[in-house]
């Protein structure tokens, strides 16, 4: 198995443009996870999604921030109007398991971006 | 909502000798902890997990334990290798939430 794919690996961005990061899980996962990781802040949370459907979206920071996950192997998160406030790597993570929060992540290498 | 602290400074070793690194949390107790190790430019990777009525885990020559008196976790590696060279993070689930720490810097010395 490829693991966990997200693209791009960077993202170079100015503020105000629209940026959206893709995800594909590993293959029958059926719960993903949207994380963003910080110096500051390390790796929070933003959103999880089981059989395609958004459980938690409570730490996703505003309403500039969207993530949709239209089939079992497809997801997306997306940012609009993005802010250098938002440069970070944004990490991917799948898992086997309903309700995915109770067994182990399998992460992707990440997307950084970097909004000037 | 949950606050972890790990060992806020990068934790330097001896080749050969144990590292333990600790991760300590606030409010609820989670109903489990884990262990992830992240290379420079990669995702975390699992390591192990234990549930909050379990007192210790071992795989191979990796060891955690968890006292929920104590709100902590220790994690510990021994006969430490430079290869173990890596930040390690413990991750929380409480309730419906699930945290991660800021992790902790381990740096072997051959």
């Known amino acids: 198995d490829a693991g966990v794919i997200q693209s791009p690996r960077h993202e170079v961005t100015e503020m105000g443009q629209e940026v959206t990061l893709r995800c594909k899980p590993i293959s029958g996962h059926n719960s993903l996870f949207w994380y963003r990781q910080t110096m500051m802040r390390g790796l929070e949370l933003l959103i999880y999604f089981n059989n395609n459907v958004p459980i938690d979206d409570s730490g996703m920071p505003e309403d500039r921030f969207s993530a949709k996950m239209p089939n079992a192997s497809f997801s997306t998160l997306k940012i609009q109007p993005s802010e250098p406030r938002d440069s970070a790597v944004y990490f991917c993570?799948?898992?086997?398991?309903?309700?995915?929060?109770?067994?182990?992540?399998?992460f992707g290498p990440g997307t950084r971006l970097t909004v000037l | 909502s949950q606050k972890i602290e790990q060992n806020s400074e990068a934790l330097n070793i001896q080749e050969g000798k144990t590292a333990t690194l600790t991760c300590n949390y606030t409010n609820y107790s989670p109903a489990y902890l884990q262990w992830y190790r992240q290379d420079p430019g990669r995702g975390p990777v699992f390591l192990l997990l234990i549930r909050e009525n379990e007192k210790e885990k071992r795989k191979e020559r990796l060891k955690v334990t968890f006292d929920t008196t104590l709100k902590q976790s220790l994690f510990h590696i021994t006969a430490s290798q430079p290869a173990d060279s890596a930040t390690y993070l413990c991750?929380?689930?409480?309730?419906?939430?699930?945290?991660f720490g800021t992790g902790t810097s381990l740096t072997v010395i051959p």
């Open positions: 991750a929380l689930l409480t309730g419906n939430q699930f945290y």
């Open positions: 993570a799948s898992s086997s398991r309903t309700p995915g929060l109770k067994d182990t992540q399998y």
